[in-house]
């Protein structure tokens, strides 16, 4: 792209941004945002002539919003154009919640098209969907608009957590997720991140996970079916892909599943490189299922970030066992979903007892490198006791963690079959420990590493428990 072009381009941004008012509610705030008066003339007028000076202003705005929703500007202003495009395409309609309903679960959740969205299914690209629900919602104006000031940006947040609730909720146990009562949190205790970027950057984050939930779901995957296979003692031992491979792995048994290690021999070195991956097998109609979780999964839980589908497979499993002993012999494991194909195991064959590799695991002189040390954590589920208004959580066998249900409305629905328990995490890196109280199945985490902490959170040590 010549300058020319490169100057086009960065006015257009500019001149969208300010009439759009997206990254600031009104002139006056986008002023104290970059520091200067945009005056009559408006932002792409400043910096004259100067490509370098117009770029500079879009850079350091881009770099504002990535810190603030980690979204790339320039990708959000193009798909606002593409998406306006469409809108344009698609005028009036009657009844835009449910139209846009209508995107969602065929996009999202592989419905039927229906009538009022056949025409324009063809025209729509995944990063400009979330724009396009806002646009037709008119929760964003066009990007030419010149309407001024955004009038009530709170109500355009209850508009928007009313329909992503509504819609969610269609057929998905989104309830289970708190991403949306996590942002209403937010919101609520911290008013001033309000802006029309911070609504698309909520619309992306619900409509993607509710993505990666539906496509669950049409793999017919429901925990609450499908209880955990009791497969102690059967799968523990060393398995193999290969006879003659130097990479084995094995189980090790967890109160809710399993660590499965991957370990790769390198006798000139005499060491191992391993990678930890968390496992559970369920049920799956007649068969067995495997969900498995990346290690740097655990950066995303403990940040409050969505999970991306890079970071979890749900795998169907063959289940060989020996027809004396009902031992298991071998596993086969396939993809449910495209997702999940960046898990390459693919059959697993128990090894036996022979002397390599689990000799050598058991040799000291063999050193043990983990790939993925600083996503290193031990999880230890430790409920101790659940009353009206508080959750107990064993610390360290003489105290207890005293958790208010106020924190969150969903833990309200915990119970004593829940998973729940303390989780360290320790970063090799920069010698910092951490540990959180975990609700697993919620998706929930609270820092109790320091008193400052916990005292955000309202989170006490008690020494015993106070029954209503």
Known sequence: MNDDSRMEQVCGYLRMIERTRLLRNTT???????????????????????????????RELAHVVRQQTELDLQEVLDAYVAADKICERIGKVDNPELFCQHLVWHFYADAEATDDIADIINKVQPEQLPILVLLVLRLLPRPTAKGGDVKD?????????????????????????????????????????????????IANLVLYTYAALSTRERANISHKEMPDIPFDPMVEGIWKEEELSTVFWQFESLSNGYNLYRYEFDSNRRSFAFTQYFMKFSHRGNGVMAFVVHPHAIRYLLSDKALPTSMFAHLDCQINTDAENGQVEAISFNPLT????????????????DAFPQSLLDDERYEKKDCHADDAYDFTLSLAAITSEHIYIVKDGKTYYKVPKSLNRLLDEVGFNSTVGVLSFSNTTSGQSSAYIAFDEFQLHYDVSTLDAMREHQIEIVDSIVLP
Request: no cysteine.
């Open 153 to 201: 940006i709170a109500a355009n947040y209850r508009h928007l957590f009313g329909w992503l609730s509504e819609t969610v909720n269609q057929g998905i146990t989104m309830q289970k997720l708190p991403l949306i009562a996590r942002q209403e949190d937010e919101v609520r205790s911290n008013p001033g991140i309000m802006s029309r970027i911070h609504l698309i950057s």
């Open 28 to 58: 006056a705030e986008l002023e104290e945002l970059v520091g200067f008066s945009i005056g009559d003339n408006g932002l792409a007028r400043k910096g004259g002539k100067s490509l370098f000076m117009k770029d500079a202003i879009f």
């Open 338 to 353: 495209a997702d999940g194909k960046w898990f390459a195991l693919r059959q697993l064959k128990r090894s036996g007892k």
